[in-house]
């Protein structure tokens, strides 16, 4: 720590600052501050400081230059996170910043605001009116954001309806994980002329009940690395891919090993076969050879989505799935990797079929609510004689829970 002539405190060495509890701090930087104040600063976390206006004003935005991790929570009074208002040059915003994390800010009306934008009501959470970017961030959650809360902690209609989380004018060019959760004034994601990080791994969305669609047509080819997906209770969304205008040789999400659809009712797992089909069909795993590299799927409760049988790669090592009136058959083929299965309320399910002796790997089966379910193997592609469920063929099973009115072990019918 040191003093300037002028008597005011400068922390040239401080490399973390953590503010807990201050319920009366309204502001944390004085504005006369040298610019070289904090310059050493990589991390800044800020919980529960009820009357903060702002976290990071515009005439201190060049001094954060070794900042990396961010994590406000809990500010409920917080309008932005950067107040650029008299910034004169924008363009790359704290070029080391690394983590983005935003929790709880019920009356934020927007991440960053620049000059004239103070009465502009129609901008997402994340649009700048300035081309901005931020070079290195590569985690950002948001949670709980732009909703106003009464003392009782009951939530109130938004105070603001974000259409658009992310503006065409901000980029993340490394960005590799995005968390968004409890939105409930958003309606997309990504604004039309938006360019996203091609370096996405993971995707995560919970909770946004006013969300449409996920990704747009335009966007699917920048998630070439996405490896997991997870969509849960977003009661209006029909689309987890929109993809009308590509084929399915386009390279849609290649690298993808995981995927949960959790509690999304209105859902419409539906895909267009070419360029100049104008047929869609619905979700045939078969058929959506983007999916052979997946080794995890979770659709629990997502409308009728799939097909009255369905047929699953070979890679797949845990499959869930819950509330399908629908579903009559599901085949594995040959070599199964499965190693966890769970299967609730299937009411149709009546078979489900595996060529080879691969059954010996699962180690979790759970099967609830199953009413027509009889378990059928068949040893080999050509072997027509079927054999029923025997738990002795499962040398790798740790845990089994089974609640059908029949299942077939070692060949004798028994009651569950």
């Given at each position: ?102 929790d709880y800010l019920e009356e934020l009306k ?25 070079q290195n961030l590569k985690c950002l959650s ?275």
């Open positions: 720590m040191e003093c300037t002539s002028l008597g005011r405190v400068l922390f040239s060495n401080l490399e973390k600052l953590e503010l807990f509890n201050l319920l009366e701090l309204k502001e944390i930087w004085h504005h006369r501050l040298p610019h070289d104040s904090f310059s050493n600063l990589r991390i800044l976390i800020v919980i529960g400081c009820r009357s903060l206006l702002n976290i990071i004003p515009c005439h201190l935005i060049q001094s954060f230059k070794n900042l990396k991790e961010i994590n406000v929570s809990w500010c409920w009074n917080l309008k932005h996170v950067f107040d650029l208002q008299g910034c004169d040059t924008y363009g790359e915003i704290l070029p080391k910043l690394e983590i983005l994390l935003l927007g991440i960053i605001i620049c000059n004239n934008e103070e009465n502009d009501n129609t901008r997402g959470l994340f649009s700048p009116s300035m081309p901005m970017t931020f948001i949670d709980h954001c732009g909703e106003e809360v009464e003392d009782g902690g009951n939530v109130n209609i938004p105070m603001e309806e974000h259409e658009v989380l992310f503006g065409e004018k901000v980029s993340f060019p490394k960005l590799e994980e995005l968390k968004l959760s409890s939105l409930s004034m958003l309606k997309k994601i990504w604004h039309p002329q938006h360019k996203f990080s091609d370096k996405l791994r993971i995707l995560s969305v919970d909770n946004c009940p006013r969300l449409a669609n996920l990704i747009p047509s335009h966007l699917i080819q920048s998630f070439q690395n996405l490896k997991e997906l997870v969509v849960d209770d977003c009661k209006v969304l029909e689309y987890v891919f929109d993809h009308q205008g590509l084929n399915r040789d386009d390279g849609i999400l290649p690298k993808i090993e995981i995927l949960k659809l959790e509690e999304l009712p209105k859902l419409r797992l539906t895909f267009y076969e070419d360029k100049n089909d104008n047929m869609p069909y619905h979700l045939s795993l078969s058929k959506f050879t983007a999916l052979e590299h997946i080794k995890e799927l979770h659709i629990i409760n997502c409308g009728n989505p799939l097909d009255e049988k369905v047929s699953f790669f070979p890679n797949l090592e845990v499959l869930v799935l819950e509330r399908f009136s629908k579903l009559k058959k599901i085949d594995f083929g040959t070599k199964p990797k499965l190693r966890t299965l769970i299967l609730k309320n299937l009411p149709e399910l009546s078979n489900i079929r595996s060529n080879g002796d691969e059954n010996a790997k699962i180690e979790i089966l759970k099967l609830e609510e199953l009413p027509k379910l009889r378990l059928t193997f068949y040893k080999d592609k050509n072997d027509n004689m079927p054999y029923h469920l025997s738990l002795f063929k499962f040398t790798a099973l740790k845990h089994i829970k089974c609640k059908t009115r029949e299942i077939s072990i070692s060949g004798v019918r028994a009651k569950s």
